[in-house]
């Protein structure tokens, strides 16, 4: 008989209140959401999650969204269903999971991103892979040495911090702490949506509140009817001055935003 596999990874603050849950990006991990998730603390219990491949969590053999989806949903009790909030990648996973388990999730906050496929699927993030691939990790004498030798590719300074937060010491070298091999080779598939997988679905009808940076590409009109095909009661919020990263970009507007959705 099969080991079941291992669970993923959490971060838990607050002990009161309705639960609310955090999904990440594409090569991010649950702690980018540390900041936010300690604020709300004081009214909510706060679960961070490191989703499949990523952070402290397992890799699998494959990226799968429904997969991922279900294994969100598989931390998520029905006699006590959360808000779920989920970012890019993490979005996708958190409108699925939605779709497939609407009974463990009373409402939904996309951040970001939309239920479809977006053509070309790899984008900028296969510039961001070819930078991290193109590091020699076991003739890498510190950190410092990697922002410097993807600064050429990666200009901007907050997105290569961000890429090298899964840069780990191992021994006498370093180590990508995400799978950087599996997403690298699926990222046309993490750009996709499993259309075919979610045909006989019903729509989410719980409250929708979706998230957009009003510079980002991410989110554009012609996206409303796929988003409201699959999710009615959905409310979209443009933030100014913000693009993809509109939660770190600007982080008091989107607390703001968040805690009034949390509350109505």
Request: glycine share 10%; charged share 25%; net charge negative.
């Amino acid at each position: 008989m099969s080991a079941e596999p291992a669970p993923l990874h959490t971060l838990e603050y607050g002990d009161h209140g309705p639960r609310v849950v955090f999904c990440h990006g594409l090569f991010g991990q649950g702690r980018n959401w540390s900041t936010l998730g300690r604020a709300l603390a004081d009214e909510h219990r706060v679960t961070l999650v490191d989703l499949p491949h990523h952070g402290r969590s397992p890799w699998r053999d494959r990226f799968d969204y429904v997969a991922m989806a279900d294994e969100i949903a598989g931390l998520l009790d029905p006699a006590d269903p959360v808000t779920l909030v989920g970012h890019s990648m993490g979005g996708k996973a958190a409108m699925i999971a939605a779709l497939r388990h609407p009974e463990r999730i009373a409402r939904l906050c996309v951040v970001d991103i939309a239920p479809v496929a977006y053509a070309g699927g790899r984008g900028e993030f296969e510039g961001f892979v070819e930078a991290m691939n193109s590091l020699d990790l076991a003739a890498l004498p510190d950190r410092a040495a990697a922002d410097a030798a993807m600064a050429e590719s990666v200009e901007d300074p907050g997105v290569r911090a961000f890429l090298l937060q899964n840069l780990r010491r191992e021994g006498d070298g370093w180590r990508w702490q995400m799978n950087l091999e599996v997403l690298g080779a699926q990222l046309g598939d993490l750009g996709g949506w499993p259309e075919a997988a979610l045909a006989d679905v019903a729509p989410y009808d719980g409250p929708v509140l979706w998230i957009a940076g009003a510079d980002s590409r991410y989110v554009r009109d012609e996206h409303t009817e796929a988003m409201r095909a699959l999710f009615p009661q959905v409310h979209r919020v443009r933030v100014k001055n913000a693009g993809h990263w509109v939660h770190s970009e600007q982080p008091a507007v989107f607390e703001q935003v968040l805690r009034r959705f949390l509350a109505s």
